[in-house]
Every structure is written in structure tokens, then in C-alpha cells.
């Protein structure tokens, strides 16, 4: 019986890391068809996106088989309701990278991004999938150290997502208001993407522990 | 045991309804804030939002101890899952409402918003409060028929939410971009606050039925 618990666990986080890959993989050509205004990228990862959402389905119902098959004790039964709510996080993620291609695609041939914030985005997307990748390892190995020090991994993110304001608050931003709407949202698709990515790194501390991050520090 | 079990989920549902009863005041008073420059009210907000947190927590523990206590079937475990997505729906809603108060406190003693747009964020923040109400509605009476009708009760949120850009888009618009840069991240937080309202409805359909409206309207 734990045997088969354990196995369909393993089976449940493997398919969540796969699902974290693929939405690290969207955010990574978004990015590359908001840089490059490339319509036909865009387009894949808008029909890509269905991939994230049939995959999801897949991880909820192995997490319902889990619970109503293997008559779970209480440290298990945390583990599976993580697996849910990591499903939430990685499906979010998607339809982030999913309004990042779309905003890119509405602008198409224009170029959503003047110059002097495109560096900026190249960072953020280049951060994004790190913290995507990082994710998708700690899935996998649900180790809860390594998890512990992705927690505040965002915050090279958040410091982007700052200076970002403050460029655009600039005297000398002369690209209207249309352009700062869009770099304001897509900021913010960035940063929550990245808060999503360390809220994984929470669930798997609590996953692999039992413990939230808080209660495992205030006992060591 | 069905008796308990019966007992425990109204339980939680009812700790679930007074979460978004909090949640809908927190976002009513932060548009207030928002609208008058009203500090303390702003300052409220801000302070009152460990309550949504501590009784979050007490919802999860609830869920927890329903589906450690009862060994709950197939249909109820669904249930209780859904309880526990219904806590970050309901947790997200308030963050945003938090997001509203903070942007108050911090353009204090200005106020935020141009008066060209105060009266669609008075008009988005009375549609976010009927909103909350809603869904806390639907947690404590479990009707599904009411929640499919409020499944797309977004629109108006949505238009509003469109039309918000449009004016800012306008030649017209001389508030420059630090105004505009304001009112695209609230005219955000309030489109999502509105999604995860909708988002209730989607979950208490299946909490109620075993099925996802898709899945209930195609059968019928």
C-alpha cells in the first residue's frame, strides 16, 4: 500500500515537473516574441497553451486517484493537497506567459517594448525561466533544503520590477502613454510569474516537511 | 459519521463565507481610501488584513481535519479540495484589496486618480463589493443553479476595465504617464479580484455537483 502511494506520488510530482518545464518553455518564447516582435511565436505559445491546461487536468486527477485509492494518512494527505495547489501555481504561471505572447501578438509588427526597458524584459524573462527551471528541480527532488533557498529567489525580479517604474517616471520617457500601459502590465506579468515559481518552493518545503518555511526556521 | 462530516463541511463552509464577507469590506473601505485620499481608512485596510491570514489558516486546519477525521468518499474528498482552493481564491482577493489600500497610503495626501477616471474605480469597486457578496452567498447556501448564473458576472468588470484604457489612450489624457502607470496596475487588481470572485462560483458548481459547469451544461 505505501508502496503504491509512493509511486503514484512520484508519478504526480513528475508530471507537475513536467508542467513547470512547459510553462518555463512558454515564458521563454513569449519573451522572445515581445523582444523580437515575432507574430509566429507568438501564435505558439498561444496554442501551445492548451498542452498546460489538459496536463493540469492530468495532475488533478492523479492527486483525486491518490486520495481516494491509497486511504491516506495525515502526512500524505498534506503532500497531495500541495500537489492541487502546485497545479494552481503552474497553471497560472502558463496563462502569465499566455498574456505576455498576446500582448505581443495585439502589437505585431509594432514592437511592444521602446529600447531603453527591452534589457530590462530580457532580464526578467531570463530570470523568469531560471526560477521556472529551478522550480522544476526541486519538484523533482523535493529537497527541502534546496527549496529554502529558492524561497526569496525573486528578488533579483522584484528589483527589476522597480527600476522599471522608475525609467518610465522619467522626465525624459517620451514614448506616451500607450507604451507605459504596456510596460506597466507586462512588469507585472513578470514579477507574479516569478512569485508563483517561489510559491512552488514554499509548497514543496511543506510537502517534503510538514512544516511551512516559518515553523522549520523558528525550530532550528 | 456522515452526520459529522456533514457538520465539519458547513463548518468550513461557513468560515469560508465570512472570509469573503472580509474580503468584500476590505476592498469596500480601499476604495474608499482610494477615492477620498483617506489615510486611515487605507491604514485600516492595511492593518485588518491578518485576519483574512489567521483565518485562512483556520480554514485549512478545518479541511485538514475533515479529511484526516471523517476518511470521506470520493465526492467529499472533492469537496474538501475544493475548500482548500477556495482559501487561496478567497486569500488572493484580499492581497488585492491590500494592493488597492497600499497605493492609497502611499500617493498620500495626493489623490490617486484623475477625476476623469475616479467614477469608473467607484463603479469597479462597487461591482468587486457585489462581487464578494455573491460568492459568499453561494458558499453558504451550495446552490448551484445561482453559482452558474454568476459564473460570468465578470462582463461588466470587464468592460469597465476596457474602457479605463481607452481613456487613458486618449490624446487627451494629460496626467502623464505616473498617473496613467497608477491606474492600469488598480484598473488590474480590480479585473482580478473580479476572476477570482467568478472563480468561486466555478468551484462551489463543483463542490455541489461533481462536475465543472462545462460539464454540467453540455449534459443538460
Known amino acids: 500500500m505505501r508502496d503504491a502511494y509512493q509511486e503514484q506520488m512520484t508519478a504526480l510530482n513528475s508530471v507537475l515537473g513536467e508542467m513547470v518545464a512547459e510553462v518555463g518553455r512558454e515564458m521563454e518564447l513569449a519573451t522572445r516574441a515581445l523582444l523580437e516582435a515575432d507574430l509566429e511565436l507568438a501564435e505558439k505559445v498561444i496554442s501551445d497553451h492548451d498542452t498546460v491546461t489538459e496536463r493540469s487536468v492530468e495532475a488533478e486527477d492523479l492527486a483525486f486517484q491518490l486520495m481516494a485509492l491509497q486511504a491516506p494518512v495525515a502526512g500524505d494527505l498534506r503532500s497531495i493537497v500541495s500537489g492541487f495547489q502546485l497545479v494552481s501555481e503552474i497553471d497560472r504561471m502558463g496563462a502569465l506567459a499566455l498574456h505576455v505572447a ?8 509594432a514592437k511592444v517594448l521602446p529600447d531603453e526597458v527591452a534589457g530590462y524584459f530580457e532580464e526578467m524573462g531570463r530570470l523568469a525561466v531560471e526560477l521556472a527551471g529551478n522550480a522544476r528541480r526541486i519538484l523533482e527532488t523535493q529537497d527541502y533544503q534546496d527549496a529554502l533557498t529558492l524561497m526569496d529567489d525573486d528578488d533579483a525580479m522584484d528589483d527589476l520590477h522597480r527600476h522599471l517604474f522608475t525609467v518610465m517616471m522619467d522626465r525624459e520617457w517620451e514614448h506616451g502613454v500607450s507604451a507605459a500601459v504596456d510596460v506597466t502590465l507586462l512588469g507585472r506579468y513578470y514579477e507574479r510569474y516569478a512569485d508563483h515559481a517561489v510559491l512552488i518552493a514554499r509548497r514543496v518545503v511543506f510537502q517534503a ?9 523558528d525550530a532550528s
Request: proline share 12%; glycine share 6%.
Open 102 to 109: 498576446k500582448v505581443a501578438r495585439r502589437r505585431h509588427p
Open 209 to 217: 516537511t510538514g512544516k511551512t518555511p516559518e515553523q522549520l526556521l
